[in-house]
T-cell receptor, first 114, second 114 residues
Framework: ETGVTQTPRHLVMGMTNKKSLKCEQH?????MYWYKQSAKKPLELMFV???????ENNSVPSRFSPECPNSSHLFLHLHTLQPEDSALYLC?????????????FGPGTRLTVT | AQKVTQAQTEISVVEKEDVTLDCVYE???????LFWYKQPPSGELVFLIR??????QNEISGRYSWNFQKSTSSFNFTITASQVVDSAVYFC???????????FGQGTTLQVKP
């Protein structure tokens, strides 16, 4: 138990659906992250929020839309996804961005796009 | 460019054997941080250790030890007397002191057989 929770744990959606992934951290951290983990690829950073402000968008397609209403919650809104978007989506948090603090990860959402 | 290479894709050992996971990194930063994470089958990445670029002291934590060598840009991880519960994917990661981004290696899958 790392103090970072993600829901749902598994999600199957069609290419025309709209769904959202939710992340919540109970660590009092100020930075939150979305990563994508595909088979046979290193983890890819998607978005970073620091003190609720988006500081990084790593050239992510617009069909992924993040939202950070407060420092404890992070959402990833999904719409018109492609089969190649099937992956494990991991949320993480750290004390602050641009500092050396370690990141703590949630268990991930296993997404399958059909 | 920042890069982390974990040349060993998969390692299989028998319980009680010692095993070393290799990690080689590339960076032009003078200040950087190195991490190891463990990803068990449940999915979440578990933080194991952080080292900064100015501290080359090796570290031991129970059965785990880490060897940081700036001269060879390596940060290797050794598990002594491996156990079945050590079976997981292990990731080495580099955090740039300039960008704050965490760059992951491809991961090494360790299987410890009883």
């Amino acid at each position: 138990e790392t103090g970072v929770t993600q829901t749902p744990r598994h999600l199957v959606m069609g290419m025309t659906n709209k769904k959202s992934l939710k992340c919540e951290q109970h660590l009092g951290h100020n930075a939150m992250y979305w990563y994508k983990q595909s088979a046979k690829k290193p983890l890819e950073l998607m978005f970073v929020y620091n003190f609720k402000e988006q500081t990084e968008n790593n050239s992510v397609p617009s069909r992924f839309s993040p939202e950070c209403p407060n420092s404890s919650h992070l959402f990833l809104h999904l719409h018109t996804l492609q089969p190649e978007d099937s992956a494990l989506y991991l949320c993480a948090s750290s004390q602050d961005f641009l500092q050396s603090y370690e990141q703590y990860f949630g268990p991930g959402t296993r997404l399958t796009v059909t | 460019a920042q890069k982390v290479t974990q040349a060993q894709t998969e390692i299989s050992v028998v319980e009680k054997e010692d095993v070393t996971l290799d990690c080689v990194y590339e960076t032009r930063d003078t200040t950087y941080y190195l991490f190891w994470y463990k990803q068990p089958p449940s999915g979440e990445l578990v933080f194991l250790i952080r080292r900064n670029s100015f501290d080359e002291q090796n570290e031991i934590s129970g059965r785990y030890s880490w060897n940081f060598q700036k001269s060879t840009s390596s940060f290797n991880f050794t598990i002594t007397a491996s156990q079945v519960v050590d079976s997981a994917v292990y990731f080495c990661a580099l955090l740039s002191g300039n960008t704050g981004k965490l760059i992951f290696g491809q991961g090494t899958t360790l299987q410890v057989k009883p």
